[in-house]
């Protein structure tokens, strides 16, 4: 990635870290993991740092497919930090 475009990425995931999240996210707990199992819904466990830069493109990207295609609307995030 040429560096203009990487600096330009970063600030923008500073200004907006979290914009396009539009999928819930829940917080890994053993009570969670457990409901979940008992659902018909695919779970993905989410590792995840807030401060990596790769990581927010993941959300936004995931965010982004989910909005384009109603099939993903079947599936369940959970963060693991």
Known sequence: MKRR????????SLVMPMAAQAYSLV???PATWAD??????????N???TWSHTCN????????LM???SAY???SFVNVD
Not at 57 to 64: D, F, V
């Open 5 to 12: 475009t990487f600096l330009m990425a970063s600030a923008t």
């Open 67 to 69: 909005a384009e295609n």
């Open 73 to 75: 609307n079947n599936l």
């Open 47 to 49: 590792f995840r740092a």
């Open 36 to 45: 979940l199992k008992q659902t018909d819904q695919t779970v993905i466990l």
């Open 27 to 29: 917080e890994y707990s």
């Open 57 to 64: 493109e993941k959300l936004e990207l995931i965010a982004r």
